[in-house]
C-alpha cells in the first residue's frame, strides 16, 4: 500500500510513502532474502527489520510479525507476503483504534 504526502511545493517528495505489505516487499527485495525458508531462519537472519504498517508511521518488526503468523516455511516471497498480510492488516487496524483515542486525551 502507498499514499501520497503532503506537498510543500517545492517538489522534492516522494512520489509515496510505502507501508504495509508492499513496504516490507521493498524491504525483503533489498536484503536479497532467499527463498524457500523457514520462519525460524527469516526472523534470525532479518528479524530486526521495521515495516510501516500505516501511513502515520506505525511500525511492526518482522520478528513480532513472523511470531504472529502460523505458517513456519515459506517457499516464496509471495507466499511470505501472503501468510503476512493478516497480520499487517490486524496491526494497522489495531493502531488506528488507539491513534483516534489518544486524539480524545487532552494531554
Do not use: W, Y
Given at each position: 500500500?502507498?499514499?501520497?504526502?503532503?506537498?510543500?511545493?517545492?517538489?522534492?517528495?516522494?512520489?509515496?510513502?510505502?507501508?504495509?505489505?508492499?513496504?516490507?516487499?521493498?524491504?525483503?527485495?533489498?536484503?536479497?532474502?532467499?527463498?524457500?525458508?523457514?520462519?525460524?531462519?527469516?526472523?534470525?537472519?532479518?528479524?530486526?527489520?521495521?515495516?510501516?504498517?500505516?501511513?502515520?508511521?506505525?511500525?511492526?518488526?518482522?520478528?513480532?510479525?513472523?511470531?504472529?503468523?502460523?505458517?513456519?516455511?515459506?517457499?516464496?516471497?509471495?507466499?511470505?507476503?501472503?501468510?503476512?498480510?493478516?497480520?499487517?492488516?490486524?496491526?494497522?487496524?489495531?493502531?488506528?483504534?488507539?491513534?483516534?483515542?489518544?486524539?480524545?486525551v487532552p494531554f
Open positions: 500500500m502507498g499514499v501520497r504526502p503532503p506537498s510543500n511545493g517545492t517538489g522534492t517528495e516522494p512520489d509515496a510513502i510505502e507501508f504495509g505489505i508492499a513496504a516490507l516487499d521493498a524491504r525483503l527485495d533489498e536484503r536479497n532474502v532467499s527463498f524457500p525458508v523457514s520462519a525460524a531462519d527469516l526472523d534470525a537472519a532479518h528479524g530486526d527489520l521495521s515495516v510501516a504498517v500505516d501511513a502515520s508511521g506505525t511500525e511492526i518488526t518482522l520478528s513480532d510479525a513472523l511470531a504472529a503468523c502460523d505458517q513456519h516455511s515459506f517457499d516464496s516471497q509471495q507466499d511470505l507476503l501472503n501468510a503476512l498480510h493478516p497480520v499487517f492488516e490486524a496491526k494497522r487496524e489495531s493502531s488506528g483504534i488507539l491513534d483516534r483515542l489518544r486524539s480524545l
